[in-house]
């Protein structure tokens, strides 16, 4: 079987929000396969909806032997095991889980659509990735992280509170 490796963002903004990140990151690695790496965490405000607490964030890389829509459904039953209500799009969350890439491959169907279509405008995906990936490439743009949070339109502060 073949290893992918991919990377996935990890958001909280209610009930410990740290503890969320340290449970979630525990149950990725169970269910899905080995974190090689972590991003420190970062906080920032609410993204889309700015009337609730401010979200932590961390980046992690995983590699795992499963496809990407079982990667996805895998990460949904996770978000529902740890408490994750539907609400609003951009509401609070106790977890939200983000499959930002899948190696180089490139998805658009119904279900999944891969790379993340709103990862370059979101400084709070772009800073913990670029961190611990700066040279990785956009499938699409080929553009590295790095350069990607460079020229992002995004214009809301992102500051560390956890070194990984």
């Not at 961390?58 to 079982?70: G, H």
């Not at 995906?125 to 992280?145: C, G, Y």
Request: aromatic content about 6%.
């Amino acid at each position: 079987m073949s290893r992918h490796v991919l990377y996935l963002l990890l958001g909280s903004n209610i009930q410990r929000p740290l503890k969320q990140l340290a449970i979630a990151r525990d149950l990725l690695q169970k269910h899905l396969g080995k974190i090689i790496k972590v991003s420190s965490i970062f906080k920032t405000a609410a993204w889309g909806a700015h009337d609730q607490p401010n979200f932590f964030n961390q980046v992690i890389k995983l590699q795992s032997t499963r496809k990407a829509i079982t990667i996805l459904r895998i990460v949904k039953n996770i978000e529902v095991l740890m408490g994750r209500a539907s609400g609003p799009q951009w509401g609070p969350r106790i977890i939200d889980i983000d499959l930002l890439f899948y190696g180089q491959t490139k998805i658009n169907s119904k279900e999944l659509i891969l790379p993340h279509p709103l990862l370059e405008s979101r400084r709070f995906a772009l800073v913990p990735l670029a961190e611990i990936a700066p040279n990785f490439r956009h499938p699409i743009t080929q553009k590295s992280m790095l350069y990607l949070l460079n020229v992002c339109p995004d214009s809301l502060p992102v500051k560390k509170v956890k070194h990984a």
